[in-house]
């Protein structure tokens, strides 16, 4: 696969990062909507490790990126930006989080219950087969597995789900794990907020208010850790809010303006 994938014209200022971890191509519905106006480039992760994960990320930027450049992160993608960002300093204009995980353990919530808790029985029951199948490592049709139970998880994320096809280039079980399970580790001992002392640009955090992963878990951290930080909370949007009916007009509209 081309790794980065580039759209719209120069300058290439513009970077947004997937979540998962291992979910590349996520975005690009979000990289094809913003080349209207600028040039995007979408880095697909493939490392092992966080480490690695921020080396790669810089390798992309100081490569095709126009520096300093503004980063958008998505999901997991928020956090690797935030700590990209912390990191290199010099290189990021203006840092925009959507839909990011809590940055402190005291905010972190039983996902999977939200999520079961807002499916029907038969989506219910589905889910755990599906889990099932995951969890028998002989089975040889993981990626589909994967395709049908993000599927259900992305219903589950959001307030008014616009159907979609499904971008994700390939799901990766060999990233998302060892990278999640440092970025949990991270968390549970407080050193994932701690990066955000040495950030100077401009934060901003856009999250939908049906989001499962707790806005609070990301407002009040960063309120008292960053230097310039905006929160903005979009009403009746979950997780993903370019695929969502309700939101996604208003949520291209605050991108667009803090881009500019």
């Keep these: 696969m081309n790794n980065p994938r580039i759209y719209g014209k120069a300058p290439y200022n513009i970077v947004i990062i997937h979540g998962g971890p291992g979910a590349p191509g996520q975005v690009a519905p979000i990289a094809r909507k913003l080349s209207e106006n600028f040039g995007v480039i979408e880095p697909l992760q493939t490392e092992r490790s966080i ?48 839909g990011a995980g809590a940055f402190e353990e005291k905010y972190n919530t039983d996902l999977m219950k939200i999520r079961l808790n807002r499916l029907s029985e038969n989506e219910k029951s589905e889910v755990q087969n599906l889990l099932e199948l995951l969890n028998n490592h002989d089975q040889t049709n993981i990626n589909e597995t994967l395709r049908q139970f993000e599927m259900l998880m992305s219903k589950a994320d959001s307030f008014d789900y616009l ?39 401009p934060v901003i955090a856009i999250h939908g208010d049906y989001d499962p992963h707790p806005l609070e878990g990301v407002e009040k951290p960063l309120s008292k850790t960053l230097r310039d930080f905006k929160f903005i909370k979009l009403n009746k949007c979950g997780h993903y809010p370019w695929n969502e009916r309700k939101a996604r007009d208003k949520f291209y509209n605050i991108l667009k303006k803090e881009l500019f």
């Design 51 to 98: 480490k690695e994960q921020v080396r790669e990320l810089h390798a992309f930027i100081d490569s095709f990126g126009d520096i300093p450049v503004k980063l958008i992160g998505h999901s997991w993608g928020a956090w690797l930006a935030y700590i990209y960002t912390a990191n290199y300093p010099s290189f990021v204009h203006k840092l925009i989080l959507v």
């Design 163 to 201: 159907p979609a096809e499904n971008e994700i280039v390939e799901f990766q079980p060999d990233i998302f794990q060892p990278v999640w399970n440092e970025a949990e580790e991270l968390r549970k001992s407080g050193k994932l907020l701690n990066p955000g002392y040495k950030i100077k640009c």
